[in-house]
């Protein structure tokens, strides 16, 4: 028989045997004691009795009584035997047998490990024992979980358990919600209690806490990115294991790098990034690439503005992105991480989490109602905003503290089916770097080929963010030498040159990267500069043309257009009020009368938007934003006069206004001063 684990436990001994029999013997000596029997292995149940441990009608008698109550009785009798000799010496022996278990400030707390195995408590000179758990438990380990500086401290203890010698396991607790021990029997079972009394959770709080003598005092980082440790710059991302990061739930099984790929792996995965500039026209695939070589840089380069990437469903723009997005990790089209099904609250705190790494918020799209278009929309309108702003919301709590605020630490891509046009949503646009994907742009062949390989991507971006740590104080010199290259490019269009030469940094530092680790020659990479600059520069124009025909003044011009002409509205002749010259294009049409007569009326349920004479229109702005309110997606007419000012497309205007009084009916007895938005002919008939 193997030899017990023998533990002092209130005026008695606790034997403990590997078969998870645990008898507790209290008294004196062995001729006259209590004793408790269980198997925690088998039973929650405990045998107790008194008697005489000399007698062996006494051990015979808790044999059969543990038979009936417990289901056991293999090994006992010898277990009892054993006792019986050696209770004596071992009470005698005290509590030197369970010395390594009673920390100093347990002991001097009043704690005790009591004969049920659990804690207990014993006031200043009380012999009594005041049980307090049925279980031992110790704190192994006490984390800081560091998120960064705008999250507020936070702990949480990792609690390693145990019901007599049954083992419990160990459980991550936060530690704001320690003392109360309400996570006792959520993390440890119903077996494990915490005895009914006032005071007795926090005390046993405390006995852990005395108990625990070698806990470990760790730090877990709960974000991606570049962070200082032990003097030097290290990338963060989920697999390290010094030091160690754990991300959220949501975004732990994405941003995840290998530690140490091997030279050949990483020279693999820049080969294959390279790809990735094939997969579509160049001014398409490089904008996308390209944020994720700036992804890395986002902290220190402020990237504070979303790359867009929209087309229609079918179009392969979801799966553009996940390859891209694999750069950092496990992405693919159908588990991108975030979505703008997302609350906002948790699309915030995820752009804080990603630091410096590429966050793909997927799937902007119509909706089944309007209702629903709106809402995600909005939800796009504040994602461009919040990070174009770099200011988290400002909330509070019900005591009126102030809350968390996250502002976005990562570079954003979206990607959505359409580009929202409503008013509200435009003042955003210059957040954001717009890239359209139409059919049969990206080629299925290819992207199943680069697809079979994505992982490799991984091992790029693990090099290029090492690589990157000792030069990030050369980041700001470089990107003023890109802007200065896009600011002399000059152009119409070209309305974003800090978001372009923040772009073309990541690649010239990626093709730094690439020419040292043996990829490309230095000849190469000026060359994937040159194509880099010429891309973002025409994606630049197109997303400025983008929002010039979804400016509320271009499509107001285009609908009044396609109503007259369809003969949905009509205009009158501002100086007699009837049909103008060429009014078949107006909205007017012929009418018999009779006895082969007619006469020029409007065309039945045609709308009244206005005048013209020979050089201008003059559209009544309540008539023609009503005749045109679901067309425009009730733009108000104060945003369509305000756009077609400021788009020069007013012939004239009174002072400080977008309207100009004119005359209506010049020279006749009824004519009249009417308001109206005065508009050249050509911004209507001609091409817009």
Request: net charge neutral; with cysteine.
């Amino acid at each position: 028989m193997e030899a017990p684990t023998k533990m002092a436990r209130d005026k008695g001994v606790l034997y403990r045997y590997p078969d998870g029999t645990e008898i507790f013997v209290k008294g004196r000596e062995h001729k006259s004691v209590t004793i408790q029997v269980k198997n925690v292995l088998k039973s929650h149940k405990t045998l107790e009795d008194r008697g005489g441990l000399h007698k062996g009608a006494f051990r015979s008698s808790l044999v059969e009584d543990a038979s009936y109550l417990l289901g056991e009785r293999n090994g006992l009798s010898g277990y009892l035997d054993y006792i019986a000799q050696n209770f004596d010496e071992d009470r005698a022996k005290g509590e030197e047998l369970g010395a390594e278990n009673y920390p100093e400030a347990f002991t001097a707390a009043g704690y005790v490990l009591t004969g049920g195995g659990g804690f207990g408590y014993r006031k200043n000179g009380d012999k009594n024992t005041i049980p307090l758990t049925n279980f031992t438990a110790k704190i192994v380990a006490d984390t800081d979980l560091d998120g960064g500086p705008s999250t507020e401290p936070k702990r949480e203890y990792t609690v390693e358990a145990w019901l007599g010698n049954k083992p419990l396991g160990k459980h991550r607790i936060d530690a704001t919600r320690f003392d109360n021990m309400a996570w006792v029997p959520l993390k440890l079972g119903s077996q494990a209690r915490v005895v009914p009394g006032y005071g007795n959770a926090a005390k046993a709080a405390d006995a852990i806490k005395c108990y625990s003598d070698d806990t470990e005092i760790t730090k877990v980082f709960t974000h991606t990115g570049y962070r200082e440790v032990d003097g030097e710059m290290v990338y963060l991302h989920e697999g390290l294991e010094r030091p160690e990061v754990r991300l959220s739930t949501a975004l732990s099984s994405h941003y995840r790098l290998p530690t140490d790929p091997t030279p050949e792996e990483i020279l693999e995965g820049i080969t294959l990034s390279y790809e990735l500039w094939d997969l579509a026209p160049e001014e398409v695939s490089i904008p996308i690439i390209a944020a994720a070589y700036t992804a890395p840089l986002a902290t220190t380069l402020n990237t504070d503005f979303v790359i867009y990437v929209y087309g229609p469903t079918g179009v392969l723009k979801t799966t553009k992105a996940a390859l891209v997005g694999s750069h950092f990790g496990n992405f693919t089209p159908d588990n991108m991480a975030l979505n703008f099904e997302s609350t906002s609250n948790f699309l915030e705190r995820a752009l804080y989490d990603t630091k410096d790494s590429l966050a793909i918020v997927d799937d902007l799209r119509p909706g089944q109602g309007t209702r629903d278009k709106e809402t995600l929309e909005q939800r796009l309108q504040k994602l461009a905003r919040v990070v174009g702003n770099h200011v988290g919301r400002g909330r509070m709590m019900s005591n009126l503290e102030n809350r968390e605020s996250f502002v976005c630490r990562s570079m954003v891509m979206a990607t959505g089916e359409y580009l929202p046009s409503n008013a509200t949503f435009l003042s955003a646009t210059a957040r954001m770097l717009s890239v359209k994907i139409e059919a049969g742009m990206i080629s299925l062949d290819d992207v199943k080929r680069i697809n079979r390989q994505r992982s490799k991507l991984a091992a790029a971006m693990a090099g290029f963010t090492k690589w990157l740590s000792t030069r990030l104080d050369t980041v700001e010199d470089l990107r003023e030498e890109q802007h200065e290259e896009f600011s002399e490019l000059g152009g119409a269009h070209l309305r974003l040159p800090q978001t372009m030469s923040k772009l073309l940094t990541g690649v010239v530092f990626f093709g730094q990267y690439a020419v040292e680790a043996g990829a490309i020659t230095e000849d190469e990479a000026r060359v994937r500069k040159e194509m880099a600059k010429k891309a973002l520069v025409q994606a630049g124009m197109r997303h400025g043309d983008s929002l010039s025909a979804n400016s509320p003044a271009r499509r107001f011009l285009d609908e009044v257009h396609s109503g007259l002409v369809s003969a949905r509205f009509y205009v009158r002749s501002r100086k007699t009020e009837g049909h103008p010259t060429g009014w078949t294009r107006y909205g007017w049409r012929e009418r018999e009368k009779g006895d082969n007569e007619v006469e020029i009326t409007p065309a039945p349920g045609a709308k009244f938007v206005g005048w013209m004479d020979e050089d201008s229109f003059y559209f009544e702005p309540q008539s023609a934003t009503s005749a045109l309110e679901r067309e425009l997606g009730g733009l108000d007419k104060s945003v369509i006069g305000s756009a077609l000012l400021d788009k020069g497309y007013l012939a004239s205007a009174d002072k400080k206004r977008d309207t100009k009084v004119v005359r209506v009916g010049e020279g006749r007895t009824n004519s009249h001063p009417q308001r109206v938005w005065m508009i050249r002919r050509s911004a209507v008939d001609g091409p817009l």
